[in-house]
């Protein structure tokens, strides 16, 4: 699943964007130019596949924090997301056929979700949501599941469409009389949790956003001894970099990938390894080519070296569809900026990359085709802007001036 476009209106320092995305995707902006309300907008969005929609507000600092405060006159937020994706679902309900048992399956393009917010009476806010999922559908025998999983169809030829307003969920399809058989009924009992929360097997499947990672690392967590009964998962930030070392290094062929990769980019490097503490807690080494000593605490290595190690592992190692992070360049020197963004568009070939930087190494490198421009106003609104968009701006490129140093001259916030 990969964010195809966004659209938000009256959320955080925004007043209204709409942009579309692409595989590597670098918002780049001055401090306070709404970077990091971007990243909160995505967080929220995410959120909804667990929490409760109060929940997901007051993650947010409520709705007062929520909604744009400039604009106290409007009463209604609203988020509207579409994404592409690759998968394939099978009805929980397998018919019974004269010829056999067959299932039913839906190979999924493309989902359409969107949520407003009216917060008229602040002490009674009200949610309407609405998802529609393009779809084909396709009936099979049990010996058939393997094709089906494997073939692609050329287009959607049906659609199912999720209503949820004021926490009562409808759901309509092209082909009604199939769903109205796994649901039972269209009507379901109030909820203020989100479609991607709904109880119902079908529903929870067919809708869930899910598949998001954040990271915001500090290298100075990541080189800490971590407690070994946490989640082998990489936290946002980044501090169980040796648990997540330690599960990577027990398969032969990911140490080695591992392995590889960091030396690709920092070469004195050729070995990773971990270590129990007698306090049950777990640091990483490493080995380099300078020391005659077996490995090298984590404790002693530099914040930048941590800092791509942790970097590495969520581009190449989580399994997340978007991996979105913050200021990824922390503690790295220029020269080796050229090289992360290599990699981050090697990795972005399998899942989607959505990063925020205000460093003119990163806007050299990136490619103006892959740049977001976020900007705040005198009157403190923030918009988004792609400076490829920009005839000014290409006429700059022309003449020879980088994007980096545009960037630096603030010649890119030009209108």
Same mark, same amino acid.
């Given at each position: 699943m990969a964010l195809n476009k966004i659209v938000v209106d009256n959320i955080k320092s925004f007043d209204h964007f709409d942009i579309s995305l692409g595989d590597f995707n670098v918002f780049i902006g001055g401090n306070a130019s709404g970077k990091s309300n971007f990243i909160s907008i995505l967080k929220f969005f995410s959120n909804l596949n667990n929490c409760s929609y109060y929940d997901c507000l007051y993650i947010e600092g409520g709705i007062e924090f929520f909604r744009n405060l400039l604009f106290s006159q409007r009463n209604i937020c609203s988020l509207k997301i579409e994404s592409n994706t690759a998968s394939k679902h099978i009805d929980p309900i397998i018919n019974s056929t004269k010829d056999g048992f067959t299932f039913q399956g839906l190979d999924i393009f493309s989902k359409f979700y969107s949520i407003d917010i009216d917060y008229s009476f602040i002490d009674d806010i009200s949610f309407k949501e609405y998802l529609k999922i393009y779809c084909s559908k396709s009936t099979f025998k049990p010996e058939e599941i393997e094709l089906f999983f494997k073939?692609?169809?050329?287009?959607?030829?049906?659609?199912?469409?999720?209503?949820?307003?004021?926490?009562?969920?409808?759901?309509?399809?092209?082909?009604?009389?199939?769903?109205?058989?796994?649901?039972?009924?269209?009507?379901?009992?109030?909820?203020?949790?989100?479609?991607?929360?709904?109880?119902?097997?079908?529903?929870?499947?067919?809708?869930?956003?899910?598949?998001?990672?954040?990271?915001?690392?500090?290298?100075? $967590?990541?080189?800490?001894?971590?407690? &070994?009964?946490? @989640? =082998?998962?990489?936290? /946002?930030?980044?501090? +169980? $970099?040796?648990?997540?070392?330690?599960? &990577?290094?027990? @398969? =032969?062929?990911?140490? /080695?990938?591992?392995? +590889?990769?960091?030396?690709?980019?920092?070469?004195?490097?050729?070995?990773?390894?971990?270590?129990?503490?007698?306090?049950?807690s777990m640091l990483f080494f490493v080995k380099e080519h300078f020391l005659n000593i077996d490995h090298f605490p984590s404790s002693l290595i530099s914040d930048g070296t941590a800092n791509l190690m942790a970097l590495i592992i969520a581009l190449f190692f989580d399994t997340s569809d978007v991996t979105i992070i913050e200021e990824p360049e922390r503690s790295i020197h220029p020269s080796l900026i050229k090289k992360l963004i290599e990699m981050m568009k090697d990795a972005s070939r399998k899942k989607q990359i959505i990063i925020t930087t205000h460093n003119p190494e990163i806007v050299k490198y990136a490619g103006i085709e892959n740049i977001y421009l976020i900007t705040r106003n005198k009157k403190g609104i923030s918009s988004i802007e792609k400076p490829n968009d920009s005839k000014k701006i290409k006429e700059f490129l022309k003449n020879d001036i980088g994007i980096d140093e545009l960037y630096i001259d603030n010649i890119l916030e030009l209108k």
């Open positions: 073939n692609k169809s050329k287009e959607p030829t049906d659609y199912i469409t999720f209503s949820h307003i004021n926490g009562i969920l409808r759901v309509y399809s092209s082909f009604k009389e199939r769903i109205d058989s796994v649901l039972g009924k269209k009507k379901y009992p109030k909820s203020d949790y989100s479609i991607f929360n709904y109880p119902h097997f079908y529903i929870a499947s067919l809708s869930r956003f899910d598949r998001f990672s954040f990271f915001d690392i500090d290298p100075r $967590l990541s080189k800490k001894a971590i407690q &070994i009964t946490g @989640k =082998s998962k990489l936290d /946002e930030d980044g501090s +169980n $970099l040796a648990l997540v070392i330690n599960r &990577i290094i027990q @398969k =032969s062929q990911d140490k /080695e990938r591992l392995i +590889n990769i960091l030396s690709d980019i920092l070469p004195f490097i050729h070995n990773v390894a971990t270590s129990s503490l007698t306090d049950r």
